[in-house]
């Protein structure tokens, strides 16, 4: 059974960054798309960042690309978000996710795994 923990996520000031983190058990996921959503309070999930199993295909929601970068270590079986000049809105549960197959998709229900996430605040 494969296992996703977030971890990096806190409070932060707004304009600041922050490196979330994704590692997994159980099985690698060298051969597996990563994704990262969020979910903040009152709203519904909303897709960040998908990486194929290569890294060689990026998608990133077009509000958040040129803030937020996604990369992953085969070797490590993580996934990264590295979130820069943070805002407000910013504020989130960001989850990991991993999919059956290689390829970076923005849809949820292309995910077979799903971590429990990791709470991001952001304070202006």
């Known amino acids: 059974q494969v296992q996703l923990v977030e971890s990096g996520g806190g409070l932060f000031q707004a304009g600041g960054s922050l490196r979330l983190s994704c590692a997994a058990s159980?099985?690698?996921?060298?051969?597996?798309?990563m994704c990262w959503f969020r979910h903040a309070p009152g709203q519904e999930r909303e897709f960040v960042a998908a990486?194929?199993?290569?890294?060689?295909?990026?998608k990133y929601a077009d509000s958040l690309k040129r803030r937020f970068t996604i990369s992953r270590d085969n070797a490590k079986n993580t996934v990264y978000l590295q979130m820069n000049s943070l805002k407000p809105e910013d504020t989130a549960a960001y989850y990991c996710a991993a999919a059956a197959w290689g390829s970076a998709s923005t849809k949820t229900g292309e995910y077979a795994h799903w971590g429990q996430g990791t709470q991001v605040t952001v304070s202006s």
């Open positions: 159980g099985r690698t996921l060298s051969s597996s798309g």
């Open positions: 990486i194929s199993w290569s890294s060689g295909i990026r």
